[in-house]
């Protein structure tokens, strides 16, 4: 067995407190290779088979087409399909070319059968890394606490709008101030929920009936005037008047229909025209709002994972906004978010329709969550 192989082996925490007799056995069954860039080792959902651990070159851990993480040498990924077989919650691409050590999972398990006195060594080293991790977490969760109130704190110098709204006879000003001061009565109760999650306190938001064609109204028109991705669009706003009252968390609503619309107008080309709309449900006591673009739609190997935390296709994004808005709707309202994309409707057409519906006061959903 070459030595400098036992090094790498080494290196890798993992194996670090195994003997020398012990990891030389295991290096028996290793393999290595040399893949392409762009070469695919693994992908997400797909069953884990293997370890690898990179000596030369560059990969990188991606959901949809997300970058997550970079591998740089010597390091690994993959470990957790040495313990058991679940599918990845990751892919795993060669970006320029690598040399790659690959250990199989059932190499390891028989050599585990063999050595089971290696799993001791294993254990610890998988809960010093937990430890670590938790500790990191746990530093970050304070930070971000604590930017949560300093930011409240901030928001008392909006305090001056109303003074505006009081002094100003200009119907054009009120409305813009109106929504500011929606706005910040929304940051501020979100900042609320923030800190009592933070705190474990339990978090009731506040619910009432509350007439959805008015609230997605005021919205869209104050985001069709002010936000940087829809001021060069086409928005038109159709609500229906005998659409039946929606008990709800009126702010975290208002948080979806935004998001829904910001995602169309970053779909959609300037002049592209972005029409929403609330209505009856069609198929229960309820409302369905729609949101229709003429944008470029979603390719289809896409199209299951949008809803995913932290997937996203453009640069710059975050990928959480259509994740709040199935939490919001579906988790805290008993609700649903469909979407269909030019390949999923008749007519072959452009663009996305996202249809949000939201149980009436006093259907069997709307009930069971407005006593949630």
């Not at 050590?101 to 063999?114: D, G, I, K, M, T």
């Not at 994740?323 to 919001?328: E, F, H, P, V």
């Not at 069997?364 to 006593?371: L, N, Q």
């Amino acid at each position: 067995m070459d030595a400098s192989r036992l090094q790498q082996l080494r290196q890798i925490d993992l194996f670090a407190r195994f003997p020398d007799a012990q990891l030389r056995a295991l290096a028996t069954g290793v393999e290595e290779h040399r893949y392409p860039a762009g070469h695919i080792l693994c992908r997400e959902g797909e069953p884990g088979t293997a370890m690898y651990i990179l000596l030369e070159g560059r990969l990188r851990v991606f959901k949809g087409r997300r970058t997550i993480v970079t591998i740089t040498p010597v390091d690994y990924v993959g470990e957790m399909a040495l313990l058991e077989p679940q599918p990845r919650s990751a892919g795993v691409e060669v970006v320029e070319e690598s040399t790659v050590l690959v250990l199989p999972a059932e190499v390891f398990h028989r050599y585990l059968a063999e050595e089971p006195s290696c799993l001791v060594g294993l254990i610890r080293t998988l809960s010093a890394r937990i430890r670590r991790d938790t500790a990191v977490l746990a530093e970050e969760f304070e930070h971000t606490n604590i930017l949560v109130h300093d930011m409240k704190n901030i928001l008392a110098a909006f305090v001056f709008l109303d003074s505006l709204a009081r002094t100003t006879d200009d119907p054009a000003l009120r409305r813009k101030v109106a929504f500011m001061q929606g706005a910040r009565r929304d940051l501020a109760m979100m900042m609320e929920e923030a800190l009592a999650h933070a705190k474990r306190h339990e978090w009731r938001p506040c619910r009432q009936a509350t007439d959805i064609g008015m609230l997605v109204r005021e919205v869209c028109e104050g985001l069709a005037a002010s936000h940087s991705d829809l001021t060069d669009k086409q928005v038109f706003i159709a609500t229906a008047e005998d659409a039946p009252a929606v008990v709800c968390d009126s702010a975290a609503i208002r948080r979806v229909v935004a998001n829904l619309l910001i995602n169309a107008g970053q779909a959609s080309d300037a002049g592209g025209a972005i029409v929403v709309r609330t209505e009856p449900a069609a198929h229960a006591a309820g409302v369905t709002i729609t949101v229709e673009d003429e944008g470029h739609g979603i390719a289809p190997e896409v199209l299951p994972h949008i809803f995913d935390p932290q997937f996203t296709t453009r640069p710059g994004g975050n990928g959480f906004g259509l994740a709040s808005c199935r939490r919001i709707v579906e988790t805290a309202h008993g609700g649903a978010v469909t979407v269909t994309s030019p390949t999923h409707r008749p007519t072959q057409g452009r663009g996305s329709r996202f249809e949000v519906f939201l149980p009436a006061a006093g259907s069997p959903a709307g009930e069971k969550r407005s006593h949630a």
